[in-house]
């Protein structure tokens, strides 16, 4: 009945009313506005609501349960103010021009808000992490981040479509509901009027009666009102309005009762709102989307503030590594390459010593590993080329994957009743086969086919606790290459900086500077080297291709210069597998040319090169996948068993290395070196990404340095993969590989080095100071990771900012990281400790929370990083992709 009341209505007034929009645009403007002001008020609503909701969900457990009931209602108070503004310029207003402007605000407020909405909504469902909307001002806008970004394109879509139905069926009673709120709490000021009234009627006499307004307008109103069930629930003409209401109306809106409860809920929310301490914490919680973009956390000295659990750290206070650099006479007067602190010019130049590093720790005085010392002796391993392999998105648990671990039983549980088919286990057994063989670790699986079947175990040092420097790429590549903790900053910001040691590159440069270093000779300890980098994805992404160069490497082959039509291989053979480029394996041509150019050329190589085939989205050529997890590929499944294709395409694309090494006949004087840039925690969460994840499975990576002539050595030590460059240069040199002037120059460098060689007995603990390994998390400047080799179990995850927690776990209780103990209060956190573990865990918490402090700072230092100064940078880089347009 209510329908076909609705229907004869706008037949009988709809058509008068399109004629007379034809003639008035203005009246069309009504019409719209009268649909509008609701409509994307309530978007506005339900985005603001929604998001907050979201915010609050992902922290849930970050403050004590009863802070969060006490004060959980005043974290919405900016909402409610920003809302109860608009749902003001919401109202019917009879003047046009003030509804024009109206419009011009809430229109596009309410739709930024859905989108940010949408995007913060769809983010967190695919990778459990909020996006942190200040650093979308550092967002580089290179091709390879536009597409990145548009592979949540869907999901977003997806949410926002969603939003924009709910808000087309919900804007009507919320926009009553909302008027009728802010009616009642303008009653106080409507009484107060009314009572000042007489006293204005005698001072200035009687009001002028206002005229009427035109006819034809009440029309159109009611017209509106009837299709918008009649009422605005007390909207009047104007919300605030001053006048007095009709007896009837004011029944309907404004009951004793409903103002009593509107009223006093309104002082309650007030009163706490003003009553709440101030705190970081509530702060963050508390901001409304709109501004969070323009906020950022509060700025101390240091980003980190331990000052919740005072301690004597005096030890600490005003010390600095940093010290003139060392003179060493086979260094040139003009410094080399990633020797700039040597520059004659500047004789109290500032170098990293570790002699004045007060966390350092040095086991470079302790004899080599018992196990490899005779072969080192004796001269069977020799080290001709290095092979450094960068494995993109590799977690340590599927180098290799081992039976009833983790990964194992995670993929069990996509089955029927938790059993992998016997047809399935055979392609387990089989996926990580090379780095079973590489590794020497027991996968816990019989194999029967010839497949390394000479050999258990290819030989060489594994590490089976390592965790990565960076779970942002390009830090990862600047903390393995140069063996220093990245910059505490934001995305790639290393390369405008000063990397406070020489990289690989620029170490095997200067032992190729050295006066008995020749290619008129067949013996290759005397050889210069040749530094080649190699990847097959783009190089573009976030100043990468600025970035190599400042590693020292010059020789590139990377997606952008294969598809170049000059380019000796040219064209490329396969297909893109993702939106970064090809499979690692279009490399293998210019793999081998690198390796016949060595041997020609009497030059030792040096070859890193970065896999891109493991990154999201897990593209495999021609698109043919392996079924590993259960039949129902959804969600999270289907991206573990894309995973896990990209992982075994992987473990045979390093197998086909060491084919073309012994194809070249250099198999048995080749380092092949191997290190995962970060991990993912997919598996775990459904994290496809390590952005603003802590979960351990980001940072547990595999370290291999492998040679056929070495025993293999298992480390179970926790270590860090900073300590892969000295364990380079020590290799090296205890295996006689380097000429006599090179090997003097490469153990001045290798002194200079804040990570142990691996090749030694490692030290978790020295004279009262423990071995700390720092990983700054992806992107750089929100969270940073710290555990102590003498307490491994441990893991501190220290907040930069003042919007994200403390948290910390045990992994020996909770090896998965399935209950983290999280708190935005340092001292709630140590409280809860002390509950659950005692004192001693507290008395660990405190040390790693005033060390990170200070850890901090000398971090800055060490790279000479001015925060201040950084927004200058991101100008620079904006000034540097204007000038790369034009070029």
């Known amino acids: ?97 003030v509804a024009a402007l109206a419009a011009l605000v809430i229109i596009p407020f309410s739709l930024m808000m859905s989108g940010m909405m949408a995007a913060n909504t769809s983010f967190y469902v695919v990778t459990g992490a909020e996006i942190h909307w200040r650093q979308a001002r550092s967002y580089h806008h290179d091709a390879a981040a536009t597409r990145t970004l548009l592979t949540g394109l869907t999901g977003f879509l997806i949410v926002e479509a969603i939003i924009l139905v709910v808000t087309w069926f919900a804007a009507a009673p919320v926009h009553r509901m909302t008027g009728g709120i802010l009616h009642v709490l303008a009653w106080p000021f409507h009484l107060l009027v009314d009572r000042l009234r007489p006293c204005f009627h005698r001072v200035y006499g009687s009001v002028r009666r206002q005229p009427l307004p035109d006819p034809e307008i009440y029309e159109q109103i009611a017209v509106d009102d009837y299709l918008d069930d009649k009422s605005d629930d007390g909207e009047s003409d104007h919300l605030l309005h001053t006048g007095s209401q009709a007896p009837a109306e004011r029944r309907r809106t404004d009951t004793p009762l409903r103002r009593a409860v509107i009223l006093g809920f309104f002082c309650m929310f007030m009163f706490l709102r003003f009553l709440r301490p101030w705190a970081p914490a509530y702060m963050f919680l508390s901001g409304a989307l709109p501004l969070t973009p323009f906020f950022e956390g509060g700025h101390r000295r240091s980003p980190v503030d331990a000052t919740e659990l005072p301690g004597d750290y005096a030890w600490l206070e005003e010390r600095s590594a940093l010290h003139p650099a060392p003179h060493w006479d086979w260094m040139p007067q003009k410094a080399l390459p990633g020797f700039s602190d040597w520059d004659g010019t500047d004789r109290y130049a500032l170098h990293y010593d570790p002699n004045m590093d007060p966390l350092h720790i040095s086991n470079l005085n302790s004899p080599v590993l018992d196990q490899i010392r005779p072969v080192l002796e004796d001269g069977s391993v020799k080290i001709k080329h290095i092979i450094m392999l960068k494995l993109e998105s590799t977690r340590g648990d599927v180098f290799p994957l081992k039976k009833d671990s983790f990964m194992w039983n995670r993929i069990a549980e996509t089955h029927k009743d938790h059993q992998i088919p016997a047809e399935i286990q055979d392609r387990l057994s089989n996926l990580t086969r090379t780095a079973e063989w590489l590794t020497g670790f027991d996968a816990g699986f019989e194999h029967n086919d010839s497949l390394h079947a000479d050999r258990k175990a290819y030989g060489g040092i594994s590490a089976r606790n390592a965790h990565t420097t960076g779970t942002y790429t390009l830090k990862s590549l600047v903390g393995t290459l140069c063996g220093v903790t990245p910059l505490v900053a934001d995305f790639n910001r290393e390369y405008k900086q000063h990397i406070y040691q020489p990289c690989m590159p620029h170490v095997l440069n200067a032992l190729s500077q050295q006066h008995d270093v020749t290619s008129d000779t067949d013996d290759f300890t005397a050889w210069p080297w040749h530094s080649v980098w190699m990847q097959s994805v783009t190089e573009t ?281 999280k708190h935005f209060n340092l001292l709630d956190l140590a409280t809860d400790l002390d509950r659950e573990y005692g004192e001693d865990v507290v008395n660990w918490l405190r040390d790693a929370a005033h060390i990170t402090e200070w850890w901090v700072l000398e971090n800055w230092h060490r790279y000479r990083y001015i925060p201040s100064k950084d927004k200058g940078d991101k100008d620079d880089d904006k000034q540097d992709k204007d000038e790369d347009s034009k070029s």
């Open 1 to 97: 009945m209510k329908l076909a009341n609705i229907l004869h209505s706008f037949l009988r007034r709809g058509i008068p009313i399109l004629q007379k929009i034809r003639t008035s645009p203005g009246d069309a403007f009504d019409l719209f506005w009268g649909f509008a002001r609701r409509y994307y008020f309530t978007l506005a609503f339900i985005s603001l609501f929604g998001a907050k909701l979201l915010h609050l969900y992902a922290h849930l457990n970050s403050l004590p349960l009863g802070k969060f009931l006490l004060w959980g209602i005043t974290f919405f108070f900016q909402d409610v103010v920003i809302l109860l503004l608009f749902r003001i310029f919401a109202q019917r207003l009879l003047w046009r021009p």
């Open 541 to 821: 992404y976030d100043n990468q291709d600025k970035l190599t160069p400042v590693l020292g490497y010059h020789d590139k082959v990377t997606k952008e210069t294969m598809v170049d039509p000059s380019a000796k291989h040219y064209p490329v053979k396969s297909e893109e597998i993702n939106y970064y480029g090809y499979p690692d394996t279009e490399l293998r041509e210019y793999i081998r040319d690198a390796i016949d150019d060595a041997e020609r050329n009497h030059t030792r190589l040096f070859l890193t090169h970065l896999t891109g085939t493991t990154h999201h989205p897990w593209g495999m050529p021609h698109d043919e996948f392996e079924q590993f997890v259960s039949s129902s590929w959804t969600g999270s499944n289907n991206d573990v068993n894309r995973y896990l294709n990209t992982v075994g395409f992987v473990d045979n694309w390093l197998a086909e290395i060491i084919g073309i090494l012994e194809e070249k006949g250099i198999v048995d004087e080749t380092l092949i070196v191997m290190a995962g840039d970060h991990g993912l925690s997919l598996p775990n969460d459904g994290g496809v990404t390590p952005y603003d994840n802590p979960h351990v499975g980001s940072f547990h990576v595999p370290i291999v340095l492998a040679h056929p002539k070495l025993p293999p050595v298992e480390i179970s030590t926790p270590v860090i993969s900073d300590q892969i460059v000295p364990t380079i240069l020590d290799l090296l040199i205890e295996s006689s590989s380097l000429s006599e002037g090179s090997s003097r120059a490469a153990r001045d460098v290798l002194s200079l080095y804040e990570g142990q060689s691996m090749i030694r007995p490692l030290k978790q603990e020295e004279d009262g100071k423990q071995d700390w390994q720092f990983t700054v998390m992806n992107t750089g400047g929100s969270w940073l990771a710290v555990r102590s080799a003498a307490r491994p179990a441990f893991r501190l995850v220290v907040p930069l900012v003042d919007d994200l927690e403390w948290r910390f776990t045990d992994l020996e209780k909770d090896p998965i990281e399935l209950k983290p103990i």
